[in-house]
């Protein structure tokens, strides 16, 4: 099956700072991006969906400009917590597919702990 | 919009007996149904998939699902559950029409107990 990584698995930060997730995808094309987030004992939500090349399209309720994702080639999105807050501690999960599958596959997630 | 009910937040189950886990979504339109499955600070791991054909589907780690549309379910099942199935299972529906987002159930804690 297709491989993503998604890095770091877990970081703290402080208050204020700025942290970045990479998601890669190892060995196929990723058209098509997700970035998911989940709160404790609860369900994955989408947060928004990049296409490689163009801008993503956030969820509503989702803050473009605290939440920056680039999806600069067909491997590799990264989402950016900008000036990151306690209550943006969660679990970041991104997932990828390419054109034409059905099937997206998910990396293993990343622990934000903002302190 | 589409939704996906997992009425059961958590199943305890003695290990070989057979367990269900339950979904049940809505849509206005035809959709592709998942099961996934999570261990505790991991990401998802796709159990099995209806997109079409047989309504029965068959996953990896001996489960298995059944699509039923007009109870609109897709009940995911396995015969005799073993510790290592200990873990979180989100059934997820997308519109294939609508660039496949997957929105997900609340899931379900698949918990196995000697």
């Known amino acids: 099956g297709a491989v993503v990584s998604q890095h770091p698995s877990w970081v703290i930060c402080k208050s204020g700072t700025s942290v970045k997730i990479e998601c890669r995808s190892l060995d196929f094309q990723a058209t098509t991006m997700f970035w998911y987030r989940q709160f404790p004992k609860q369900s994955l939500m989408l947060m928004a969906t990049?296409?490689?090349?163009?801008?993503?399209?956030?969820e509503q309720g989702v803050e473009k400009d605290k939440f920056l994702i680039n999806h600069a080639s067909l491997t590799l999105s990264t989402l950016t917590v900008t000036s990151a807050h306690p209550e943006d501690s969660s679990f970041y999960i991104c997932?990828?597919?390419?054109?034409?599958?059905?099937?997206?596959?998910f990396g293993q997630g990343t622990r934000l702990t903002v302190v | 919009a589409q939704s996906v009910t997992q009425l059961d937040s958590q199943v305890p189950v003695f290990e070989e007996a057979p367990v269900e886990l339950r979904c049940n979504y809505s849509s206005s339109v035809s959709v592709y149904l998942f099961w996934y499955v999570q261990y505790p600070n991991q990401g998802l791991q796709l159990l099995l998939k209806?997109?079409?054909?047989?309504?029965l589907v068959k996953g990896i780690n001996g489960f298995e699902a059944e699509f039923n549309k007009s109870q609109t379910s897709f009940h995911l099942r396995k015969p005799s559950v073993h510790i290592s199935d200990t873990a979180e299972y989100f059934c997820?529906?997308?519109?294939?029409?609508?660039?496949?987002?997957?929105?997900f159930g609340t899931g379900t804690q698949l918990k196995v107990e000697l």
């Open positions: 990049s296409n490689e090349g163009s801008k993503a399209t956030y």
């Open positions: 997932s990828a597919k390419s054109t034409g599958r059905t099937e997206a596959f």
């Open positions: 209806y997109l079409s054909g047989s309504t």
């Open positions: 997820a529906v997308s519109d294939p029409g609508g660039g496949n987002k997957l929105t």
